[in-house]
């Protein structure tokens, strides 16, 4: 089986790569990337005026399988993943159960391989229940596969007990990802605090309730030589204390989501649950250090903190709504909307944050279009206009604070392992859903990886 896909921009920021060229897909793998190349019998995509680059890798992601599945699934969730672009996912580890077992990460990795559409990346607990007491059994859970160790959604609160977490994490070489958010600090809050919070009269989040933590775990990871990545940054002072740490050589990355860089706490105006996220949505001030912070490399991703909420969960008081927004349907539109077209970030910039950036952190062998690298690749079409629609997204919940926004910018093709998993010819066209090929192993990269 081949594919050649012709006369598009290449760009692959893992080989310094940006320019017209032509990519031939044989086998499931790169074979070559060239000018004028001709293969007989391939399938030709003509990608003219299109952006033709490695699948984003999005490292964080909710996608609510095992125990919420009426928010998400495996399926559902690559779904969306594959109609944004996106062709690997880390899925976080509150779930119900929580990936805190091996057992678990084994249903995952399964489930995954019947009906994924997407590359799926476990990420286990730091402790066990997520209850932030006693370790999860970190090296059978690295023998498993995960690709990272994460109570996300709870920050984990005993310092002592994340120092432990930290010595076996870099003994396993993972990643801890940390959600930095001191509960003492954030109690009862569900906006940023400040003049709008009070005008709403709604309970605030402090910036500082994120920081002490950003700067603890910063110190720990000096500390124990452990790597930590900093999950949706979403304050100034939590850049600069990134920033210093980086310049001290700490072995720190972040990532900062779409919806903390495309809005801001004014949104909160109509009290819309679909606005309610924590960390919360800061001030103008903040989006504009987290845009520095992306643009000096102080943050090294972009990642959607995709979290599905059902409708009826989301439709109740501002106060008792769940925190969270979906976010891989629209990643792309709204990275090339509000960072790419303004000129923020150049579209390799972009790029590189959403592919081979992720992989990195996560130690997977993604986010490249190197020959012979398993062919894992998006065509964007970065002139598309397209409006966001609760119709239009595959994901099983709505939960969008971008619904009504036209962007540009849209993945139109996406192929995982050489195989067209999607493709959009047109305007709100729908899609073409392409089944899951059963059988075909998308997790025997986290072998690789566990070995
Ligand atoms: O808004 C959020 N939702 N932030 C988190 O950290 C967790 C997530 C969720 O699981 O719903």
Redesign the pocket.
């Known amino acids: 089986m081949r594919i050649l896909i012709k006369g598009g921009r290449v760009i692959d920021p893992a080989n310094h790569l940006d320019g017209a060229a032509d990519v031939l897909i044989e086998n499931g793998r790169i074979a070559e990337i060239g000018h004028g190349l001709a293969a007989r019998g391939a399938q030709v995509i003509d990608a003219r005026d299109c952006i033709v680059c490695p699948g984003l890798v999005d490292m964080h992601v ?1 996608l609510r399988d095992p125990g919420q599945t009426h928010k998400e699934d495996l399926s559902s969730g690559t779904l969306a993943a594959v109609r944004g672009g996106v062709t690997s996912v880390a899925c976080m580890a ?1 779930t119900d159960p929580p990936i805190d077992h091996p057992t678990v990460v084994e249903y995952v990795r399964s489930r995954a391989k019947q009906v994924g559409r997407a590359r799926v990346y476990p990420v286990a607990a730091v402790t066990k229940g997520l209850r932030g007491e006693e370790l999860s059994p970190i090296g059978s859970l690295a023998a498993a596969g995960v690709v990272a160790l994460s109570d ?2 709870r920050p984990v609160m005993s310092a002592g007990l994340l120092r432990r977490a930290m010595a076996y994490a870099r003994m396993f070489k993972l990643p801890i990802v940390s ?1 930095c958010e001191d509960l003492t600090l954030s109690e009862g809050g569900v906006v940023n605090e400040g003049p709008i919070a009070a005008v709403l009269g709604l309970k605030g989040i402090p910036a500082i309730a994120e920081e002490v933590m950003v700067a603890r775990d910063l110190l720990l990871a000096e500390d124990t030589g452990a790597h930590v990545h900093i999950a949706h940054v979403s304050t100034a002072g939590s850049v600069r204390l990134l920033r210093e740490a980086k310049r001290r050589g700490v072995r720190v990355t972040a990532e900062v989501t779409p919806h903390h860089l495309a809005l801001t706490e004014e949104a909160l105006q109509g009290y819309d649950a679909n606005f309610k ?2 960390p919360p949505l800061r001030s103008r001030g903040d989006v504009e250090a987290l845009l520095e912070g992306l643009q000096d490399g102080t943050i090294d991703a972009i990642a959607t ?1 995709h ?1 599905p ?1 059902a409708i009826e969960e989301k439709l109740v008081e501002f106060d008792r709504a ?3 927004v979906i976010g891989l349907e629209t990643l792309l539109g709204v990275v090339f909307t509000v960072l790419v077209l303004p000129g923020h970030l150049s579209e390799v910039q972009a790029i590189r944050k959403l592919t081979v950036n992720p992989s990195r952190i996560l130690g997977i062998p993604r986010g490249t279009l190197s020959p012979g690298a398993e062919a894992d690749i998006v065509i964007i079409d970065p002139q598309r206009e397209w409006t966001v629609t609760p119709e239009g997204l595959a994901s099983k919940s709505k939960n969008s604070p971008f619904l009504g926004w036209r962007l540009r910018g849209k993945a139109v093709t996406t192929i995982v392992g050489g195989e067209i998993v999607y493709s959009d010819q047109g305007e709100n066209s729908g899609f073409v859903e392409v089944p899951p090929t059963t059988g075909r192993d998308l997790c025997r990269d986290i072998e690789e990886v566990a070995q």
């Open positions: 909710h509150n996300d959604g959600h996220v924590n903190d979290a909420h769940p925190f969270g």
